[in-house]
């Protein structure tokens, strides 16, 4: 006796948490969940979250540091190390460029997402509040 077996389509909660026009819990497609995914890894500083401490890299901290090659060189790799850990079963860094002016960090991120090969060339902007 043969089995059949559906898969249902993967829905994937948006992000920040918020309500659709429905009023029920908004959902996102798998390429805008990968997005909301690398922007919360990225302004995510090390100790915020409570049961993953080492979580996060801290980009909103260069917003005030001194601006220096050495530091941006140190957070491009630090950055890379965190996309490889935490998302690298979802996404394959092509180029990753961090950008540091007075008030806001940017990050020029391209990435294939595993799931469909689409290559995504995306920026994230983080300001100091």
Known sequence: MSRVTRQHPRTDIAFPFHADRRGRTAHAGHAAHVHDLIEQLLFTSPGERVMRPDFGCGLLDLVFAPNSPELVSTLELSVQASLQRWLGDL???????????????????????????????????????
């Not at 950008?99 to 997402?113: F, I, K, M, T």
Request: aromatic share 6%; glycine share 6%.
């Open 91 to 129: 996404i394959d860094v092509v180029a990753l460029d961090v950008v540091s002016d007075e008030n806001a960090v940017r990050v020029h991120l391209s990435y294939v997402l595993r799931a469909t090969g689409a290559r995504t060339d995306d920026v994230f902007e983080g300001r100091a509040a």
